[in-house]
């Protein structure tokens, strides 16, 4: 048996990709599914390959050299722990499991803990980049066992994506179940920045009434901003470009206005809850998608619920510019408000993440892949312990050129009812962030009054407690 050889367990597309990808790098790939279909896929896919297809953990195990090294790929939840129960009673210990999915961070603490017992290594994964990412080259995002990322870091540096002057996009994110909580937060921002685009839209659509085919050329033009370019501003490009085949019509307003969600933003707005990080740009992407999910209320609200909206009747061409800095400043926010999130974990679950690096491995493979990261890298190279990105100078000065932007177009789209949820979120924790004063004196009092809760004062040390009502 060949050396080095490295299996694949989970062969949805996503898994047959990555496998292929493996193999492609020089590494001969056992490529594992107990179902049928997905076992057929792969061998149609991979013929003249060297990759061996089976269905039994048994033979998996049996292919593998020692230490074995698993890439799961499968379906996040409880179909991880029934893989990892059955290659439990094959695997020995040194061997190295790593989970690719999308797996929520608690889980992938508690298989650590429960692989260790057994002297197995737990490397939890992230792996962003879609089909094509698994295929050609996605952002790889590994936690846990240091010593277990050496064994598997040669064949992840072939396979991840290359940035043109720093490297592979894969990097040991930190201990624990730093990897999965660097892709949940991925997620996040990923929720962000695609809900300020569809509120770019949005405005454009509903307040200025522009047809798809003009907004189109906007988000076209866009894809060559040294500010806003990247990956999900492309695809807007593209997706607004298709043309559904029977009508004729632009695809997009052919499509159901609810979207779905498979639960990482989710987990990102509730972990930022728990640290008290804010987060509001990320956390409002998610309540966006569940109210485009109430469509029969929405539908039912709209022919009772007033509407006193005007359209847009200023020049296009200015609200396009602002929109532009609008989302530039938007997306900067979304970036500082998950690096923040992920700089607190790490310093309360002891991750020990480089945030400079993480920056780096999301230039190239990942969904969130922006002109953007590179700044951010380097601001996070000469500050690796900075909070909050927005007061680094370089991004300090662009919140302060663009605010007025950001502004104008959260007004333009109130006077003519088009809700920003995402962009108004980011209005108002960039408000609350810059304030001095906010008013959460009053909040005290309040809590005070009707709790005797207590306050501290701005003018003398101590803790206060007022008889309100005398
Ligand atoms: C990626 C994506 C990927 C997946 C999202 C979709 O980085 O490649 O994030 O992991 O597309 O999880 O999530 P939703 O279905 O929740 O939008």
Redesign the pocket.
Known sequence: MAKDNFAVAGLGVMGRNVALNIERNGFPVIAYNRGNENAQRMRAESAGKNVTVTQSIEELASLLNRPRRVLLMVTAGSATDRVIDALLDHLEPEDVIIDGG?AHFPDTDRRAMRLQDAGIHFVGCGI???EE?ALWGPSIMPGGDRAAYERIAPVLERIAAKTEDDGACVTYCGRHSAGHYVKMV??GI?YGIMQLICEVYDVLRRAARMETSEIQAVFQRWTDSPAVGGFLVDITAQCLSKIDENTGDPLVEKILDTA??????KWTAQSALDLGVPIPTLTQSVNARILSGLKQARVEASGILGRSEVSYDGDTADLVSVLHDALYLAMIASYAQGLHLIQVASREYDFGTDLAEVSRIWKQG??IRSRLLDPIKQAYLERPDMENMLVYPAFASIVNASLPALRTAVEVANRSGVATTCLGATLAYLDSYRSEFLPANLLQALRDNFGAHTYRRLDKDGVFHTQWSR
């Open positions: 999308n962003s980049g879609g990412g991925h997620n990923e779905g969600q498979k639960g990482t933003g990942c969904i």
